[in-house]
T-cell receptor, first 115, second 110 residues
Framework: GAGVSQSPSNKVTEKGKDVELRCDPI?????LYWYRQRLGQGLEFLIY????????KSGLPSDRFSAERTGESVSTLTIQRTQQEDSAVYLC?????????????FGSGTRLTVV | GNSVTQMEGPVTLSEEAFLTINCTYT??????LFWYVQYPGEGLQLLLK?????DKGSNKGFEATYRKETTSFHLEKGSVQVSDSAVYFC?????????FGAGTTVTVRA
């Protein structure tokens, strides 16, 4: 597609429920990233995909967080047993292989609120 | 590891004032440097970039020069407008990902 698409744009969930966040990157972008942005804070790296594999998942904060990517396209970030501290904007970005030249293109994010 | 330190905000300016947002970095090797902007209610957008020392990135009246000797990439604009009100993020690349600063909130008043 023309840009990075994320869905849903907003999600309110009850504490303890599982949520799935979706990212559809720009067609042809082999690299895909998930970041978390808590209110008033910077961007926290979560995971990096190259194709369908995740060579760097060092930023996932706990084993409640997981992500997958299929068909070198869509990615899903899953948060199990959500906690209030998971409330944040979750940002997806995609890039051509040489990120140091092109940088990222970000989606508009999913605002997750855990109540 | 790689890291970016940005000037803390918030910064409040009047229209047509000069804006500087300081950014310094720590990195091994020779990273590329970026500024991203996040307007209210929108996602992050690439504002400008520089891929090697002494390069100057520019866009929308903003400029930043990659200074290896001072490990800096300060963002400047000579005359800001109300529409420049946003959060600005400095970032650097390693081999495959970007590391971001904490962001600086800029408010421009008419």
């Amino acid at each position: 597609g023309a840009g990075v698409s994320q869905s849903p744009s907003n999600k309110v969930t009850e504490k303890g429920k599982d949520v799935e966040l979706r990212c559809d990157p720009i067609s042809g972008h082999t690299a895909l990233y998930w970041y978390r942005q808590r209110l008033g804070q910077g961007l926290e790296f979560l995971i990096y995909f190259q194709g369908n594999s995740a060579p760097d998942k060092s930023g996932l904060p706990s084993d409640r967080f997981s992500a997958e990517r299929t068909g070198e396209s869509v990615s899903t970030l899953t948060i199990q047993r959500t906690q209030q501290e998971d409330s944040a904007v979750y940002l997806c970005a995609s890039s051509l292989a040489r990120v140091r030249v092109s940088g990222y293109t970000f989606g508009s994010g999913t605002r997750l609120t855990v109540v | 590891g790689n890291s970016v330190t940005q000037m803390e905000g918030p910064v409040t300016l009047s229209e047509e004032a000069f804006l500087t947002i300081n950014c310094t970095y720590t990195a091994t090797g020779y990273p590329s440097l970026f500024w991203y902007v996040q307007y209210p209610g929108e996602g992050l957008q690439l504002l400008l970039k520089a891929t090697k020392a002494d390069d100057k990135g520019s866009n929308k009246g903003f400029e930043a020069t990659y200074r290896k000797e001072t490990t800096s990439f300060h963002l400047e604009k000579g005359s800001v407008q109300v529409s420049d009100s946003a959060v600005y993020f400095c970032a650097l690349s390693d081999d495959y990902k970007l590391s971001f600063g904490a962001g600086t909130t800029v408010t421009v008043r008419a």
